[in-house]
Structure formats: structure tokens, C-alpha cells
């Protein structure tokens, strides 16, 4: 395993500038509409990250991922982008990002953004163009268009079926059809295309002259696709078999690194190298070609965010993909939650298996709730969502938090029907509630409009719950889920060493300890009886020791 990524006795300003800064990053996802607002419209905005730079500062974070701050119609929550290299003027200007990321920058923060090449928006003036081109033209080459099926071509040319709910294939007035796996207003690019390629170079380098530090690539599986005729029936997709050898005509192909490798040449133009992390929701096999070092240098790996909170399932799923980080060269990632997931307090508290889950055929479509409403232990989630994230912490490889967990918030489930935002929601007649609940703003404080999100109203209702969870509160309360996070990361920081650990078997297969080197130990209990500790000094623990044992659903570190 690589020793040489960022360690404890490295400055600040040497993180800056050591190309490996990534390697062990603690990461922090901001979806910028739900930040912070800093004009009172009701979206969070540019502005809004920049004040909060010293919250983001006193969380002791290495890096901010921000999701799509770019011109969008919003019907995918900005993953449909009207312009790569622009600012939302809902959120802000290029001078506004500029100062952002000198800010967050001084603060001895990295900043990645999101960038998001399968699809642009159906604003975006190439396409604006495809539409008002004829069939066959330049400008309908960067985009999929097929003829329809049937006698008069009023049929989609397959029967595929868009991740979101409904046919892959809109109609335009000329009756051509175009794809979309996602919402129709996410035109899917043709990744054959050379300008289209050409021009997502310049895109990275746009923002890496900005200041970038870093990429978040969606749906980075989904770019180079095999749309020979005759397509295949969406009976004949997905199976097993076309997953694990790159056959399917859009998920994984292997042509998808070609285009990666060119990446890659850009990253290397600067100093430090640019990084990428594939959001690549493919078979685990595959998924060391998006995280090699000739192409995007590391991948997601989502399998603690798809586990139950169970002993075993945590102790293989480290396992292998510490083993495949080796393999691949690159560190491996952990993450429980993000923009499209249930909040892991939440997940945590319904029963095993309940809830949301079921892989769909794509790898994904299990992420949407499925609108029933199983009972949910608020307390047990959020007891075990800390005691996974310390353990998360004290994992050899980067660590990705997204907003709003540090403060231990569970998931909206109650938002009515006509302040829903999701296209999951629209798309599948509200049988899946979609993925808002965990993108309502951020609650600052405990009393306000909006819980200090803005002097506007929140663009997604905040309940009344939300107060109890409000920054301001868990300042005052040592043992908040804000100052167990806070205290973790710094912790993190000191003791943070090679990219290695050592199981230590405690007999009970219901704890699992590991050691880090330089003695940083962390233990997990998952059963219900209190276990003691190793001899050592206690660090930090994600609850109160029980008679000076470990209870139930908890983590401590020693040393
Ligand atoms: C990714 C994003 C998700 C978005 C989709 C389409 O999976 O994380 O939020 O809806 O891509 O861009």
C-alpha cells in the first residue's frame, strides 16, 4: 500500500501542495441550494458558501465537492446544465466563485466541482441548436437522434426505459427521437463525437485555471455507448453477463476510458495534478479501471451506503476494497450519504432490509424510497449513523460527508406533493417520493423563517424538527453530532498515517477493531451487550461509555 499520502505532520500549506492531498481527504459535499443563503431568494448561493467558510473550517474538512452550481432549469437539481462554464445567476457570478475559492483556498480547503458530461440540459444551446437543425445535421451529430419505429416512425426507436421513470426517447417536432437515460430535459451527448469530447477539455480546463482542485464525474459509466441497430429490447438489458464484460450499449463500456485517459493529460498540465472521482455504479470488478492513475484516479465505491449496519458486512466490505484500492493504485472512498440517498441516521433506524432498497437493473434505481412508511427508531439511526461515521473516520482512505449529517439530520419524509422537486417523484406518478428529503436546506440556527438558512423562504420546506438540529444548538452541546464530527476530524488529522490497518479479532463477531498504524485503534460494538475496551487511552467515543464498557451500537478510539 502507497505510504506516501498526506500525513499528520504535513502544514497546511504543504497539503496545498502535495499531489497526493486527495489520497486521505476528508471531503465535504455541499449542494449549493441548500447551503446557505446569502441574498434571502429562498437558494442557498455562492456568496452563502464563502461566509460559511469558517464553519467549514472549524468542521476540519480537507475538501468541499460541490454539487452543479451552473445555469440550470433545475429539472434534475442542476445535474442539467445549460452552460459548463458559467455561474447560476440565481447563485452568483464567475467573480463570486473566484472569491469563493480563494476564500475557501486560504483556508486550507481544496475545492472540487461536479461535472457532469453524459447529458447537458435541454437549454443548452447545442441543443437549442440540434432542435432547430434538420435530421442528419452537425448539430444533431453531438447529441443521439434516431427515426422512430413503426410505419410513420411514431414509435421510440426502443423500448428503453430512463432512470428516472418513462421511455429513454422524446419526440421532437420533426419526429426524430432523441435519448435521455435521465428526466427529457437531460438530452444525452454523443460521446463519439469529437467537439463534444474537444469541449469538455476545455470545460476542465476552465475551471482548473479557476482554481479547480478537483472533478466529481456523474455518471462517469454512461459516456461512450454502442447504439448499433437493431438496439436491443429492454428485456435483453442489463443482465448480469453484459455488466461484467462491457457489452451493455450504455452502462461500462470500455471505451468509456479512452475519453478518461484524455482527461487524465489535462490533470497532469497542472501543478498539483488535478484530481477526479468517478461516480461509476458499476460491477465492483470493473471499477478499478475509473480509479487508475491513467485515468480518473479514483472511483466511489457505494457499498457501506448500500449495507446494513451489521458487523460482517462492514468487515468484508472494508476488506475488499482496501484490497482493491491496492490493486488499482488509487485510495479507496467511503461514503453513507449523499444528494440521492436516505440519510444514513434514517436508513439506520428502519428495520434490516425495510425501506429502501433493491438494486434496479441499472445499479441504482434502488436509491429511491418506495413510498411506504416503514417505522423508523429515530434515536437508534442517528446512535448508529455515529458510531458507522467514526468508524468511517478512522479508515485508511478518503472520507465524504455530505451536508447536514454532521449535524446527525434524518431524512424529510412528510414534503407535500406540490412542493416536491425530484423529477423520480414526477416521473413515476409519486410512487417514489424521490430524492428530496435529503436536500432541504440547512438549519443554522433554532428559531427564524427558515432556521437561518436566509432571511427568504427555504426553496424546500424545513420541519419543525429541524430546530433541535440546528447549528447554533449543537455549539452549545459538547456531545452534539457537530462537535463529535469536529472532534473526529481533528483527531483524524494528528493520527492520520500510511493507508493501512490491521484487524485485531476480539473473539465477538459482533465488534470489529482494527488498528491503524502509529496505534490508533478503533472499535465498533454492533450488538446489544456493552463489550470492553482495549487497554488505552480513550479519544473519542460515539456515545457515553456504559460502567466504562463500549454499549450497544457504538464506536470508540484508543490509543
Ligand atoms: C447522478 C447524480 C444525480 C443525478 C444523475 C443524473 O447520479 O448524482 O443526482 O440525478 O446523476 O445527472
Given at each position: 500500500?502507497?505510504?506516501?499520502?498526506?500525513?499528520?505532520?504535513?502544514?497546511?500549506?504543504?497539503?496545498?501542495?502535495?499531489?497526493?492531498?486527495?489520497?486521505?481527504?476528508?471531503?465535504?459535499?455541499?449542494?449549493?441550494?441548500?447551503?446557505?443563503?446569502?441574498?434571502?431568494?429562498?437558494?442557498?448561493?455562492?456568496?452563502?458558501?464563502?461566509?460559511?467558510?469558517?464553519?467549514?473550517?472549524?468542521?476540519?474538512?480537507?475538501?468541499?465537492?460541490?454539487?452543479?452550481?451552473?445555469?440550470?432549469?433545475?429539472?434534475?437539481?442542476?445535474?442539467?446544465?445549460?452552460?459548463?462554464?458559467?455561474?447560476?445567476?440565481?447563485?452568483?457570478?464567475?467573480?463570486?466563485?473566484?472569491?469563493?475559492?480563494?476564500?475557501?483556498?486560504?483556508?486550507?480547503?481544496?475545492?472540487?466541482?461536479?461535472?457532469?458530461?453524459?447529458?447537458?440540459?435541454?437549454?443548452?444551446?447545442?441543443?437549442?441548436?440540434?432542435?432547430?437543425?434538420?435530421?442528419?445535421?452537425?448539430?444533431?451529430?453531438?447529441?443521439?437522434?434516431?427515426?422512430?419505429?413503426?410505419?410513420?416512425?411514431?414509435?421510440?426507436?426502443?423500448?428503453?426505459?430512463?432512470?428516472?421513470?418513462?421511455?429513454?426517447?422524446?419526440?421532437?417536432?420533426?419526429?426524430?427521437?432523441?435519448?435521455?437515460?435521465?428526466?427529457?430535459?437531460?438530452?444525452?451527448?454523443?460521446?463519439?463525437?469529437?467537439?463534444?469530447?474537444?469541449?469538455?477539455?476545455?470545460?476542465?480546463?476552465?475551471?482548473?485555471?479557476?482554481?479547480?482542485?478537483?472533478?466529481?464525474?456523474?455518471?462517469?459509466?454512461?459516456?461512450?455507448?454502442?447504439?448499433?441497430?437493431?438496439?436491443?429490447?429492454?428485456?435483453?438489458?442489463?443482465?448480469?453477463?453484459?455488466?461484467?464484460?462491457?457489452?451493455?450499449?450504455?452502462?461500462?463500456?470500455?471505451?468509456?476510458?479512452?475519453?478518461?485517459?484524455?482527461?487524465?493529460d489535462v490533470f497532469n498540465e497542472y501543478t498539483p495534478p488535478r484530481t477526479?472521482?468517478?461516480?461509476?455504479?458499476?460491477?465492483?470488478?470493473?471499477?478499478?479501471?475509473?480509479?487508475?492513475?491513467?485515468?480518473?484516479?479514483?472511483?466511489?465505491?457505494?457499498?457501506?451506503?448500500?449495507?446494513?449496519?451489521?458487523?460482517?458486512?462492514?468487515?468484508?466490505?472494508?476488506?475488499?476494497?482496501?484490497?482493491?484500492?491496492?490493486?488499482s493504485g488509487a485510495s479507496s472512498t467511503w461514503v453513507f450519504s449523499n444528494?440521492?440517498?436516505?440519510?444514513?441516521?434514517?436508513?439506520?433506524?428502519?428495520?434490516?432490509?425495510?425501506?429502501?432498497?433493491?438494486?434496479?437493473?441499472?445499479?441504482?434505481?434502488?436509491?429511491?424510497?418506495?413510498?411506504?412508511?416503514?417505522?423508523?427508531?429515530?434515536?437508534?439511526?442517528?446512535?448508529?449513523?455515529?458510531?458507522?461515521?467514526?468508524?468511517?473516520?478512522?479508515?485508511?482512505?478518503?472520507?465524504?460527508?455530505?451536508?447536514?449529517?454532521?449535524?446527525?439530520?434524518?431524512?424529510?419524509?412528510?414534503?407535500?406533493?406540490?412542493?416536491?422537486?425530484?423529477?423520480?417523484?414526477?416521473?413515476?406518478?409519486?410512487?417514489?417520493?424521490?430524492?428530496?428529503?435529503?436536500?432541504?436546506?440547512?438549519?443554522?440556527?433554532?428559531?427564524?423563517?427558515?432556521?437561518?438558512?436566509?432571511?427568504?423562504?427555504?426553496?424546500?420546506?424545513?420541519?419543525?424538527?429541524?430546530?433541535?438540529?440546528?447549528?447554533?444548538?449543537?455549539?452549545?452541546?459538547?456531545?452534539?453530532?457537530?462537535?463529535?464530527?469536529?472532534?473526529?476530524?481533528?483527531?483524524?488529522h494528528q493520527r492520520q498515517s500510511a493507508e493501512e490497518l490491521q484487524w485485531?479479532?476480539?473473539?465477538?463477531?459482533?465488534?470489529?477493531?482494527?488498528?491503524?498504524?502509529?496505534?490508533?485503534?478503533?472499535?465498533?460494538?454492533?450488538?446489544?451487550?456493552?463489550?470492553?475496551?482495549?487497554?488505552?487511552?480513550?479519544?473519542?467515543?460515539?456515545?457515553?461509555?456504559?460502567?466504562?464498557?463500549?454499549?450497544?451500537?457504538?464506536?470508540?478510539?484508543?490509543?
Amino acid at each position: 500500500m502507497s505510504t506516501n499520502a498526506t500525513t499528520s505532520t504535513q502544514t497546511s500549506d504543504e497539503r496545498m501542495t502535495d499531489p497526493n492531498w486527495w489520497r486521505q481527504a476528508a471531503v465535504y459535499q455541499i449542494y449549493p441550494r441548500s447551503f446557505y443563503d446569502s441574498n434571502g431568494d429562498g437558494l442557498g448561493d455562492i456568496r452563502g458558501i464563502t461566509e460559511k467558510v469558517p464553519y467549514l473550517q472549524s468542521l476540519g474538512i480537507d475538501a468541499v465537492w460541490l454539487s452543479p452550481f451552473y445555469p440550470s432549469a433545475l429539472a434534475d437539481g442542476g445535474y442539467d446544465v445549460d452552460d459548463y462554464r458559467n455561474v447560476d445567476p440565481k447563485l452568483g457570478t464567475l467573480a463570486d466563485f473566484d472569491e469563493m475559492a480563494s476564500a475557501l483556498h486560504s483556508a486550507g480547503i481544496k475545492l472540487i466541482a461536479d461535472i457532469v458530461p453524459n447529458h447537458s440540459s435541454n437549454r443548452h444551446e447545442w441543443f437549442q441548436e440540434a432542435l432547430a437543425s434538420p435530421k442528419g445535421s452537425a448539430a444533431r451529430a453531438r447529441y443521439i437522434f434516431r427515426d422512430g419505429k413503426g410505419p410513420d416512425g411514431s414509435q421510440p426507436p426502443s423500448d428503453w426505459e430512463s432512470v428516472f421513470g418513462g421511455s429513454a426517447w422524446q419526440q421532437v417536432e420533426d419526429g426524430q427521437w432523441y435519448l435521455h437515460l435521465f428526466a427529457p430535459e437531460q438530452p444525452d451527448f454523443n460521446w463519439d463525437n469529437r467537439e463534444v469530447r474537444d469541449d469538455f477539455l476545455k470545460t476542465l480546463r476552465f475551471w482548473s485555471d479557476r482554481g479547480v482542485d478537483g472533478f466529481r464525474v456523474d455518471v462517469a459509466h454512461a459516456l461512450t455507448k454502442d447504439l448499433s441497430e437493431p438496439l436491443a429490447s429492454k428485456d435483453e438489458l442489463g443482465i448480469e453477463g453484459q455488466l461484467l464484460d462491457g457489452s451493455h450499449p450504455f452502462w461500462d463500456r470500455d471505451e468509456v476510458h479512452g475519453v478518461f485517459a484524455e482527461w487524465r493529460d489535462v490533470f497532469n498540465e497542472y501543478t498539483p495534478p488535478r484530481t477526479a472521482v468517478a461516480e461509476a455504479w458499476v460491477h465492483a470488478s470493473r471499477r478499478a479501471r475509473y480509479a487508475s492513475p491513467s485515468g480518473l484516479g479514483q472511483a466511489f465505491n457505494f457499498d457501506l451506503l448500500q449495507a446494513d449496519f451489521d458487523a460482517d458486512q462492514f468487515r468484508d466490505i472494508i476488506t475488499k476494497n482496501l484490497e482493491e484500492a491496492d490493486a488499482s493504485g488509487a485510495s479507496s472512498t467511503w461514503v453513507f450519504s449523499n444528494h440521492d440517498v436516505v440519510r444514513h441516521a434514517t436508513r439506520y433506524g428502519l428495520p434490516k432490509g425495510g425501506g429502501a432498497k433493491g438494486l434496479g437493473q441499472d445499479g441504482k434505481a434502488w436509491l429511491m424510497t418506495n413510498g411506504t412508511e416503514p417505522k423508523l427508531d429515530v434515536e437508534l439511526g442517528l446512535r448508529r449513523a455515529r458510531a458507522a461515521t467514526l468508524l468511517m473516520l478512522a479508515l485508511p482512505g478518503s472520507a465524504y460527508i455530505y451536508q447536514g449529517e454532521e449535524l446527525g439530520l434524518h431524512e424529510v419524509a412528510d414534503i407535500a406533493d406540490e412542493d416536491r422537486q425530484d423529477p423520480t417523484f414526477f416521473r413515476n406518478a409519486g410512487v417514489e417520493k424521490g430524492r428530496d428529503g435529503c436536500r432541504v436546506p440547512l438549519p443554522w440556527s433554532t428559531e427564524g423563517g427558515s432556521f437561518g438558512f436566509g432571511s427568504g423562504t427555504a426553496h424546500l420546506p424545513q420541519p419543525a424538527w429541524f430546530a433541535r438540529y440546528a447549528v447554533a444548538a449543537q455549539e452549545q452541546d459538547e456531545q452534539s453530532t457537530l462537535n463529535l464530527y469536529r472532534q473526529a476530524l481533528e483527531l483524524r488529522h494528528q493520527r492520520q498515517s500510511a493507508e493501512e490497518l490491521q484487524w485485531i479479532d476480539e473473539g465477538n463477531p459482533e465488534v470489529l477493531h482494527f488498528v491503524r498504524p502509529g496505534g490508533w485503534h478503533s472499535v465498533t460494538n454492533f450488538g446489544s451487550t456493552p463489550v470492553d475496551l482495549p487497554a488505552g487511552t480513550v479519544l473519542v467515543t460515539s456515545a457515553p461509555l456504559e460502567d466504562g464498557k463500549l454499549g450497544a451500537d457504538s464506536t470508540a478510539w484508543i490509543a
